[in-house]
Nanobody, 123 residues
Framework: QVQLVESGGGLVQAGDSLRLSCVAS????????MGWFRQAPGKEREFVAT???????RYADSVKGRFTISRDNAKNTVYLQMNSLKSDDTAVYYC?????????????????WGQGTQVTVSS
């Protein structure tokens, strides 16, 4: 049974930073991509960033240069460092484990999901 548990969300002001963490358990996750997605009220879940075990990353254009994804395979943990936050970044952020190779950007390519953590950015 795979479990993904996110933490680190909160309420911040525009321009502030937050770091999200996601701890995986239940299987060896180092062979697959770990990603972050987000979903704002009334909107579809959207891709934020993903990383594979050798460190290759992929980002949504909206977060490039502001967000950094990293992973610690020994700790089964993936991080999302979010800097220069904007009100548009307000959403529930989900950690996900893919079931396919490469650095997939689509939700259907991920088979396991965490419960989500709320990030609210006030302007």
């Amino acid at each position: 049974q795979v479990q993904l548990v996110e933490s680190g969300g909160g309420l911040v002001q525009a321009g502030d930073s937050l770091r999200l963490s996601c701890v995986a358990s239940g299987r060896t996750f180092s062979n697959y991509a770990m990603g972050w997605f987000r979903q704002a009220p009334g909107k579809e879940r959207e891709f934020v960033a993903t990383i594979i075990w050798i460190g290759t990353t992929r980002y949504a254009d909206s977060v490039k240069g502001r967000f950094t994804i990293s992973r610690d395979n020994a700790k089964n943990t993936v991080y999302l460092q979010m800097n220069s936050l904007k009100s548009d970044d307000t959403a529930v952020y989900y950690c996900a484990l893919s079931g396919v190779g490469g650095i997939p950007p689509y939700p259907h390519q991920y088979g396991y999901w965490g419960q989500g953590t709320q990030v609210t950015v006030s302007s």
